[in-house]
Every structure is written in structure tokens, then in C-alpha cells.
């Protein structure tokens, strides 16, 4: 994944680290946190720095939110299991040093700070006393993040924090990173988000570590100038050498100029060759244009949506107009998926439609395309990518089909391999239809 590579990160910088699925960004994380040895070179850290990291997983247990999110503390959690135990054996001194301890350590303002940073990324009054089984598990990723954030830390570890977050937890978590006093490096791929937090972009580039100074917009203007400037140096030495290539095949057999052919042959040996600029872009594809368009589209009046008896969205009057470019903004819960749902005429896979009442009025020649929150949910992990598209259109061509698939990554054989499900998380989305 990296060869050959040499990175120096300086205390205080935020470093959003970006490049391609697959280039090695979470391999990273786990080479500083000691999960994977270097084949050769090494990795040093600061004397007794500590790392705070963000897991992508959690079991459910029957243990309440805040206290899950204390147990990030981990010298919190030290420290109270000390004072248990020398209040067990009645070690008064043992215990004043403690508390000692557990008042520098602020131990009185540790359950407020964790209710905070719940409350920050979404979580309702009385949520902290809930069990972390009783949590979705977007929500559980939440819990991940913020017990990450309630350890103290040097360096702290964020593997795509973004994920599962509505705009008010990104905004609140954008500017909890920026206060942060410690090295903060993210994965994301959330262009605003690095904008607003990083100072430092960090990209994976052919088995290469590149460095850049400022956040990600700043960093795309830079790439770009190096590129350019890559492109122009190849340019000048492509024509370099065909000018001596060109003195070469003329002379080399002269007597009087053999010497000088030979000199040159020579020199081209010992030129360091320029690569020319080389931009990873393998995705290609377009919204095919319907042929006919009606106007409006799709509209309800008076609508009342939700689920059962529960009315989450009421009196509804909506008209969706051809070129329109309609955002639902919104915290979790407010109905934003009910709606979609609503618009769609049915529930997700395949469930009643969630318009309990209502005018729904379809356009003569309206075709939606649909892409689920639970898109992974729908697909046959045991068919190709081919096969997928096959169904949705099996009056189209193979050709197409796979030039179709080429432009989301997919080609060869790959395109008639069952689905991997890492890959079907990575790529969930082919808009076919």
C-alpha cells in the first residue's frame, strides 16, 4: 500500500487524510496504533502520547449511554475502581490521595461533560440513561464518537466521523474539533468538513504519501498547479529526448560523430525519467435524460404521512417541478425518510406507502429512480453487478450494460462476480434506471 514513504505530522495540526477506497487510510490509523507492524522503516510517536482512537463498531450491552461514554476515560475508570478498592480494605490515606487524584483529573465534571457531548451529537434529553442495546446502530456509531472524544488524548484517531450524522452534529462536531488542544487526523470524505476543519491535507497517491498545507479546497489547487507542472516538465523531456534519439539514429554509424552518438546514448541512461501527471478517476457516468417531462412531476395535497397511527408529517402540499434540486434538512426523526417515502408511493422495500392520507398526483411520464438510506438491504449479494443491472433493464444490450458498469469501477470479470459486501458498501449506488 505505501513503499518507501516519510510523513512528519506536527502537534497542534488537523490532518484530513484522503485518497482512493483501498489506498491504505485505515492501514494507516492501525500502523500508530500498533495493530500492524511496518514491513521496513518504523513509526515514532511522542514519549507518553496518548491516542485517543474512534471504533467503527460496538456491541450492545445493558450499559447506559453515559456510561459508556465515561468509559472512554480511561484514567477516570482507574482511578474509581483505586478508590473502590482502598475504601474496601479502609486505607484512609490511599483514599485521600485518590480523591486528590479524581479532583485534578475534574472526576466531579465527568458525567456532565459526557451528557454534553451526547447532547452535541443528537442524542434527547433521557437518552444517557438508556442501555447502548436499546440504539440503532447509527446510533451506536454516535456512541463510538463521542467516547472517543471523552478520552483525553495527544492524538486522536477519526475514521470517517461524519458517517451517520445529520448537519447539526456536523456543525457541532466541527467546532469541538477545532477547539481540540491535541494532533487531530481524520478520514473523511466530506469535502466541507475537511474545509471547515482540517489545516493539513495528507493524500495517498501511487503508493505515495503527499503533504499538503491548508484544507481540502486548498489542496485541490495545489495538486492541480503540481500536476500541471508535472505534465509540462514530461512534456519538455519527451521532446528532449527525441531530440537526442533523433542525433543518435543520424550519427551513430558516422565515424567522425560515433563518439558524441555514443555520449548521448549515455545521457538518456542516466536522465531521470519525469512521469507524465496521472489523475485516478476511474468513475465516468451521466442521469440519462427522459425523453418526455411532465410538469409538475409529482404532487400531494393535504397529505398526512407517517407510520400506523403515528402521524409524523401533517398537512403536506408539495409539487415537485422538472429541474428542481430540492435538500430535506432536518434532525433524525423529523420525517425526512417518510417523506421520501411518502413521495415514492411505497415504503422501502416494498412496504405500505407511508402517505396515510392524502391527493398523491403522478406525472404522465414521470420515472423515478430511488436510492435508499438502506440501499445495502435491497441487493442480492449473491448476483454480479451485471446481473443486477439485467433485471432492472432486460431489454438492454450486454454492451451497454457493461460500458455502464466500466463507469462505476467495474470491469471484466469483476462485472459478473457475485457481490463482496465491502464492495457493495463502497459502491451501493448504480442509477440504472
Not at 472526576?107 to 451526547?118: G, H, P, Q, V
Not at 452534529?169 to 476543519?197: K, P, Q
Not at 403522478?362 to 429512480?369: D, P, T, Y
Amino acid at each position: 500500500m505505501l513503499d518507501s514513504v516519510s510523513l512528519t505530522v506536527q502537534s497542534g495540526q488537523r490532518v484530513a487524510i484522503v485518497g482512493a477506497n483501498g489506498a491504505g487510510k485505515s492501514s494507516l490509523f492501525q500502523l500508530l496504533l500498533g495493530q500492524l507492524a511496518p514491513e521496513q522503516g518504523g513509526v515514532s510517536l511522542p514519549g507518553g502520547c496518548r491516542i485517543a482512537q474512534m471504533a467503527q463498531e460496538v456491541a450492545a450491552t445493558s450499559r447506559s449511554a453515559r456510561d459508556f461514554v465515561l468509559d472512554g476515560d480511561l484514567d477516570l475508570r482507574r482511578l474509581e475502581q483505586a478508590l473502590q478498592q482502598a475504601e474496601a480494605r479502609g486505607d484512609d490515606n490511599a483514599v485521600a490521595h485518590i480523591h486528590g487524584e479524581l479532583d485534578i483529573h475534574e472526576a466531579w465534571s465527568a458525567a456532565r461533560r459526557a451528557e454534553s457531548l451526547l447532547r452535541g451529537l443528537g442524542f434527547q434529553d433521557g437518552d444517557a440513561d438508556r442501555p447502548v442495546s436499546a440504539f440503532s446502530g447509527g446510533w451506536r456509531i454516535r456512541l463510538n464518537l463521542a467516547q472517543a472524544l471523552m478520552r483525553p488524548s495527544d492524538l486522536l484517531l477519526l475514521d470517517e466521523p461524519t458517517n451517520h450524522l445529520d448537519l447539526d452534529a456536523c456543525l457541532w462536531l466541527e467546532n469541538w474539533l477545532r477547539r481540540y488542544d491535541g494532533t487531530l487526523l481524520f478520514i473523511s470524505h466530506d469535502r466541507d468538513f475537511m474545509d471547515r476543519v482540517a489545516t493539513h491535507v495528507v493524500h495517498f497517491d501511487r503508493l505515495k504519501l503527499e503533504l499538503y498545507t491548508g484544507n481540502y479546497s486548498a489542496f485541490e489547487s495545489q495538486r492541480s498547479e503540481r500536476l500541471a507542472q508535472q505534465q509540462a516538465g514530461f512534456e519538455r523531456q519527451q521532446a528532449r529526448i527525441a531530440e537526442i534519439q533523433r542525433f543518435i539514429d543520424r550519427f551513430k554509424a558516422q565515424a567522425t560523430k560515433a563518439r558524441q552518438a555514443q555520449s548521448r546514448v549515455k545521457s538518456l541512461e542516466r536522465m531521470e525519467k519525469i512521469a507524465p501527471a496521472h489523475i485516478d478517476s476511474p468513475f465516468s457516468f451521466e442521469f440519462p435524460v427522459a425523453d418526455k417531462v411532465s410538469s409538475p412531476l409529482l404532487s400531494i395535497r393535504h397529505g398526512r404521512a407517517g407510520h400506523g397511527e403515528t402521524i409524523i408529517l401533517d398537512g403536506i402540499n408539495l409539487s415537485l417541478l422538472p429541474g428542481s434540486r430540492i435538500g430535506l434538512l432536518g434532525p433524525n426523526g423529523a420525517g425526512k425518510s417518510t417523506l421520501m417515502d411518502a413521495l415514492l408511493g411505497q415504503g422501502e422495500h416494498g412496504a405500505a406507502s407511508t402517505l396515510i392520507s392524502g391527493e398523491r398526483a403522478c406525472g404522465e411520464n414521470l420515472a423515478i429512480g430511488y436510492f435508499a438510506q438502506h440501499q445495502l438491504e435491497s441487493l442480492d449479494l449473491d448476483a454480479s453487478p451485471f446481473l443486477h443491472l439485467q433485471r432492472l433493464s432486460p431489454k438492454a444490450s450486454e454492451q451497454s450494460v457493461r460500458n455502464f458498469l466500466g463507469g462505476f469501477d467495474f470491469h471484466g470479470d469483476e462485472a459478473l462476480s457475485p457481490y463482496v459486501l465491502s464492495r457493495a458498501v463502497k459502491r451501493p449506488a448504480l442509477p440504472w434506471r
